[in-house]
Structure formats: structure tokens, C-alpha cells
């Protein structure tokens, strides 16, 4: 069974900085391409940064140079690190894992990411 917990979530003013973090309860997460998605009330989930086995990365163009996506295998672990939050970065966040080889795919439960102007 797979599990996604993510943490790290809260309040921050704009500007500031959060990291989040998603543990995998998982085997082979290694085989895991992994990514963070956000939803805003009102909106879509859309994807936010996603990272590969391989360790290659992409992001959305609205936080490109702002975020940063990294994995550690031997953590199961993969974060999101957020800077310069702004207010539009309001949003429940989702850790997501698609498997290489199989494509199932899991859902961590999200955590709600809150920036103030």
C-alpha cells in the first residue's frame, strides 16, 4: 500500500520562504517520478514542479526561479522549496507519485500553503 504525507505547510507573508516535504510510503521510490500540483479555491489543480528518477526537473512558468523540487531516495522524500511566496501561491499543495513503469498513481492528502500580502 502507498502512502504520501506531505508537511510543512502554514502561514508566511509575501516574500518569505516555506518548505514542504512529501514522505513516501512506498517500495521502489526510486521508480517514483514525483511532483508537486496546487489547487486555489475556486480553481483547477494544476501542476506545480515535477521531478523525474532521473532527477530531471520542470516547473510551471509561474514559479520558475521562485521554486525548487528535490528528491531524496534514500528518504523517500521528496520537497518543494518556495521562494519569494507571494499571494497568488495560496493553494492547497499535492504531492503526487507516478510509477515509471506501471503509471499508478498516488495522492498525498495536501497541505494548505497561505501567503499574506
Known amino acids: 500500500q502507498v502512502e504520501l504525507v506531505e508537511s510543512g505547510g502554514g502561514w508566511v507573508q509575501a516574500g518569505g520562504s516555506m518548505r514542504l516535504s512529501c514522505f513516501a510510503y512506498?517500495?521502489?521510490?526510486?521508480?517514483?517520478?514525483m511532483a508537486w500540483h496546487r489547487q486555489a479555491p475556486g480553481k483547477q489543480r494544476e501542476l506545480v514542479a515535477i521531478?523525474?528518477?532521473?532527477?530531471?526537473?520542470n516547473y510551471a512558468d509561474s514559479v520558475k526561479g521562485r521554486f525548487s523540487i528535490s528528491r531524496d531516495n534514500a528518504k523517500t522524500t521528496v520537497y518543494l522549496q518556495m521562494n519569494s511566496l507571494q499571494p497568488e501561491d495560496t493553494a492547497v499543495y499535492y504531492c503526487?507519485?507516478?510509477?515509471?513503469?506501471?503509471?499508478?498513481?498516488?495522492w498525498g492528502q495536501g497541505t494548505q500553503v497561505t501567503v499574506s500580502s
Open positions: 521531478i523525474t528518477p532521473g532527477s530531471s526537473t
Open positions: 512506498v517500495r521502489e521510490f526510486s521508480f517514483y517520478t
Open positions: 503526487n507519485a507516478d510509477h515509471l513503469v506501471s503509471r499508478d498513481q498516488y
